[in-house]
């Protein structure tokens, strides 16, 4: 087999999991989310009081797109800005209640998946796995 047909069968691979983890995803929680909410959910729950320029940077995206979903996760209860102390212009991003919710849901289906690992994958394939996977995290 060649190496450009196994890297192309890996980048595949990949967008396949990736595909079959959000339709599992979104058939598990009940919350209606595209695709920069969940990003955006993501990262506050990864990075709690993260600011909007640092959530832009993260996302690769321009500030004021990830204002609009700011905004939106605002109304819809998702998040919370919280004013800073010291500069009251600047503002960073904690989880309101239904981000909350949706915490508590996406750890209970983060679970599930990971009792599925656990029940099929031995350690050492799960060691190995994730070291591969974060290499190709590296590469790219």
Same mark, same amino acid.
């Given at each position: *087999?060649?190496?450009?047909?196994?890297?192309? !069968?890996?980048?595949?691979?990949?967008?396949?999991?990736?595909?079959? =983890?959000?339709?599992?995803?979104?058939? @598990?929680?009940?919350?209606? =989310?595209?695709? #920069? #909410?969940? &990003?955006?959910?993501?990262?506050?729950?990864?990075?709690?009081?993260?600011?909007?320029?640092?959530?832009?940077?993260?996302?690769?995206?321009?500030?004021?797109? &990830?204002?609009? +979903?700011?905004?939106?996760?605002?109304?819809?209860? @998702?998040?919370?800005?919280?004013?800073?102390?010291?500069?009251?212009?600047?503002?960073?991003? &904690?989880?309101?209640?239904?981000?909350?919710? @949706? +915490? +508590?849901?996406?750890?209970?289906?983060?679970? +599930? &998946?990971?009792?599925? @690992?656990?029940?099929?994958?031995?350690?050492? $394939?799960?060691?190995? *796995?994730?070291?591969?996977? !974060?290499?190709?995290? $590296?590469?790219?």
């Amino acid at each position: *087999m060649k190496i450009k047909n196994i890297a192309e !069968q890996i980048n595949e691979t990949i967008e396949d999991i990736w595909m079959i =983890l959000e339709k599992k995803e979104r058939a @598990y929680t009940k919350f209606k =989310l595209n695709n #920069q #909410q969940y &990003v955006l959910l993501t990262l506050i729950i990864r990075h709690p009081h993260s600011s909007p320029t640092e959530l832009a940077e993260k996302m690769e995206i321009t500030k004021s797109a &990830v204002s609009q +979903q700011l905004a939106k996760l605002e109304r819809e209860g @998702y998040i919370i800005r919280k004013q800073h102390p010291e500069d009251k212009r600047a503002f960073s991003i &904690v989880l309101g209640e239904k981000g909350m919710l @949706y +915490q +508590q849901e996406m750890k209970a289906f983060n679970q +599930q &998946v990971s009792d599925k @690992y656990h029940a099929n994958l031995s350690t050492e $394939e799960m060691t190995n *796995m994730l070291s591969t996977l !974060q290499k190709l995290r $590296e590469i790219l």
